[in-house]
């Protein structure tokens, strides 16, 4: 079950709205992808709580990708029992995943190694890049468990990336990546970014802006450009419509929060904001916002109806189609619609 650079790694933070959505790609986009998958950080629920949450309808809206990496990491406060836990989860409700860890991490390397039926994955920081001696410390690590990079998925995880510039990107990822040992012997080799903004909060209310992917023009123009004289091209992965330091913390009972769109377009997001939902109720906002994208100003943005079931939905709801009225909602047709763009602009790309 290996992949080359021509496929998509999508990090998905384990939520509701992402793994309806993981269900509702197309077959041809399934094709092309592996996501890696994050049980995010516990708040106030009991460990059991929190877990039967995350993997609720989890191994439904997976079945149909070959496997999946999922990683741990932001439960380790919880101790190496809960990382035992999720591991033993995945397994028991039949998911075809690879463990994710790190060659700094003490909770989840033995959980990880106890389940590695679909090999282990090793998921690179860029503290620990900056820090000095990677090669020697991912040899070390391989040594001490035993593990042959042939067996062994790494992620190269540049972290957040939305504070820099592209050529930025570029230099950092060529750095990062210098010092990685054996790039050809890896089972997947894998480089991931993302550039997403925190919040929306940069987007002034009842208005639009534009982010700009830098993540995915630093690999198609750093990486994918030179693709004949590397000793190996990493496969793309990013945050998707989601900043790696998520939302946990926010509880929409209590915080302001607006409706928004998060939409994928040509090298950039598209960010579309109205005000608060605490004013006007997100069922009439996303109608407006909506037809904005579809019918108004924005139309030259968007992909039609036609491109995935996430604008189908968009262009639903301009038509005045009832029921989308959740943020919730909202992140499951924004990461439908990134993940197939993804997908279709690595195909459109040359190759080899």
Not at 94 to 101: C, L, R, S
Not at 315 to 327: I, M
């Amino acid at each position: 079950m290996s992949f080359g650079a021509h496929h998509y790694v999508p990090v998905l933070k384990v939520k509701r709205g992402e793994k309806r959505a993981l269900r509702l790609l197309s077959a041809s986009a399934h094709s092309g992808v592996t996501p890696l998958l994050e049980i995010v950080e516990r708040t106030a629920r009991t460990l059991d709580a929190h877990l039967d949450n995350a993997f609720k309808d989890l191994a439904e809206s997976v079945s149909r990708f070959g496997r999946c990496f999922i990683d741990s990491c932001e439960i380790a406060p919880d101790g190496a029992a809960a990382a035992a836990e999720v591991f033993q989860r995945a397994a028991t409700s039949g998911i075809a995943f690879t463990p994710v860890t790190g060659i700094s991490r003490t909770v989840d390397v033995g959980a990880a190694l106890a389940h590695r039926g679909l090999g282990l994955a090793l998921r690179l920081r860029r503290d620990e890049f900056e820090a000095g001696g990677l090669g020697a410390r991912v040899r070390g690590f391989m040594t001490l468990h035993g593990l042959a990079p042939e067996d062994t998925d790494l992620i190269v995880d540049l972290g957040a990336v939305d504070d820099m510039v592209t050529v930025g990107v570029e230099a950092l990822a060529g750095a990062f990546l210098a010092e990685v040992p054996d790039h050809t012997r890896w089972k997947t080799f894998t480089l991931s970014a993302c550039a997403f903004p925190p919040s929306m909060g940069g987007v002034e209310r009842r208005s639009h802006d534009f982010a700009e992917r830098v993540e995915w023009m630093a690999w198609r123009d750093g990486q994918h450009v030179r693709r004949t004289t590397l000793a190996r091209l990493p496969t793309f992965s990013d945050g998707v419509i989601q900043h790696p330091m998520g939302v946990e913390g926010f509880d929409p009972r209590t915080m302001p929060v607006s409706a928004s769109v998060r939409y994928t377009a040509v090298d950039r997001w598209l960010l579309i904001k109205g005000e608060s939902t605490r004013l006007t109720p997100p069922s009439i906002q996303f109608q407006s916002l909506a037809t904005q994208l579809v019918y108004g100003h924005l139309q030259p943005h968007y992909y039609g109806a036609t491109h995935c079931a996430g604008c189908a939905s968009i262009k639903a709801v301009a038509d005045g189609a009832t029921g989308f009225g959740s943020l919730e909602g909202w992140r499951r047709l924004g990461t439908i619609h990134h993940i197939t763009t993804v997908v279709q602009e690595l195909r459109a790309l040359p190759w080899p």
